[in-house]
Nanobody
Framework: QVKLVESGGGLVQAGGSLRLSCAAS????????MGWYRQAPGKQRELVAT???????NYADSVKGRFTISRDNAKNTVYLQMNSLKPEDTAVYYC????????????WGQGTQVTVSS
């Protein structure tokens, strides 16, 4: 079992920055890819960014050039640096982890709220 705990959310003005962190504990040796998803009120959860154990990254078009996902394997932590934030980035952000060989995300954090004011 893997536990994911997010932190770093909050309220920020448009154009500002935030860095989210996701600390993993438990059977972390089983983890391959990790990612960030978000869910805005009344909308479906959507992919924001992913990173593999080898460091390959993928981003949603809406955040490319503004968000950066990174991973510190020594600390078992994944980060999401969010710059040039827009009101439409307002959502609950979730950290997720996939086991090696899995085609889906197997573990999810509880989420952290990000609110961007205009």
């Amino acid at each position: 079992q893997v536990k994911l705990v997010e932190s770093g959310g909050g309220l920020v003005q448009a154009g500002g920055s935030l860095r989210l962190s996701c600390a993993a504990s438990g059977s972390i040796f089983s983890i391959n890819a990790m990612g960030w998803y978000r869910q805005a009120p009344g909308k479906q959860r959507e992919l924001v960014a992913t990173i593999t154990s080898g460091g390959s990254t993928n981003y949603a078009d809406s955040v490319k050039g503004r968000f950066t996902i990174s991973r510190d394997n020594a600390k078992n932590t994944v980060y999401l640096q969010m710059n040039s934030l827009k009101p439409e980035d307002t959502a609950v952000y979730y950290c997720a982890a996939a086991k090696s060989g899995s085609k889906k995300y197997d573990y999810w954090g509880q989420g952290t709220q990000v609110t961007v004011s205009s």
